[in-house]
C-alpha cells in the first residue's frame, strides 16, 4: 500500500513514515507540507492511503481532504490530529470523508492497525 504524509512538522512526518515503512507491503511514496502540496502529490503519485494533518499553513487538511474527494470520490484519508482544540475540525473530517482519525501523539501499534483495517 502506497502511503502519502501530510504534515507540516518534519519531526511528526519523519516519525510517521518510520511506522509506515515498518509495516509488511506499506511504503511511504512522499511527503507534503501542506495542504495545496498535499493535492499535487495526490494526483501525481495516486496513493492507496493519505495521512493527513488538519493545522497546516497555506492550505489546511480539510480543505485539502474537500480537494481530494472532487479528484477521487475513494480516496482514504486517515486525519492526524492533536486532541486539543481541534475537536469540532476532526468531526468535520469524518463528515466529509475522512476514514479514521489518529491522535497525536501516536503509537506505532495504533497507525498499523488503522492502515490494516483500511
Same mark, same amino acid.
Given at each position: 500500500?502506497?502511503?502519502? =504524509? $501530510? /504534515?507540516?512538522?518534519?519531526?511528526?512526518?519523519?516519525?510517521?513514515?518510520? %511506522? $509506515?515503512n515498518?509495516?509488511?507491503?506499506?511504503?511511504?511514496?512522499?511527503?507534503a507540507?501542506?495542504?495545496a +502540496?498535499?493535492?499535487?502529490?495526490?494526483?501525481?503519485? *495516486?496513493? /492507496?492511503? $493519505?495521512?493527513? /494533518? %488538519? $493545522?497546516?499553513?497555506?492550505?489546511?487538511?480539510?480543505?485539502? &481532504?474537500?480537494?481530494? =474527494?472532487v479528484? /477521487?470520490?475513494d480516496?482514504?484519508?486517515?486525519?492526524? @490530529?492533536?486532541?486539543?482544540?481541534?475537536?469540532?475540525?476532526?468531526?468535520e *473530517?469524518?463528515? =466529509?470523508?475522512?476514514? @479514521?482519525?489518529i491522535?497525536?501523539?501516536?503509537? *506505532?501499534e495504533?497507525?498499523? +492497525?488503522? &492502515?490494516?483495517? =483500511?
Open positions: 500500500m502506497r502511503v502519502l =504524509l $501530510v /504534515d507540516d512538522s518534519k519531526t511528526t512526518a519523519k516519525q510517521l513514515g518510520q %511506522i $509506515v515498518d509495516i509488511p507491503n506499506f511504503e511511504v511514496v512522499d511527503i507540507t501542506n495542504g +502540496e498535499a493535492l499535487k502529490l495526490y494526483k501525481q503519485h *495516486a496513493p /492507496d492511503i $493519505v495521512c493527513m /494533518d %488538519i $493545522v497546516m499553513p497555506v492550505m489546511n487538511g480539510l480543505q485539502a &481532504l474537500r480537494g481530494m =474527494l479528484q /477521487d470520490p480516496a482514504k484519508v486517515v486525519v492526524i @490530529s492533536s486532541v486539543g482544540g481541534v475537536g469540532g475540525k476532526v468531526v *473530517a469524518l463528515k =466529509l470523508g475522512a476514514k @479514521s482519525v491522535s497525536k501523539p501516536f503509537e *506505532a495504533q497507525i498499523r +492497525e488503522v &492502515l490494516e483495517a =483500511l
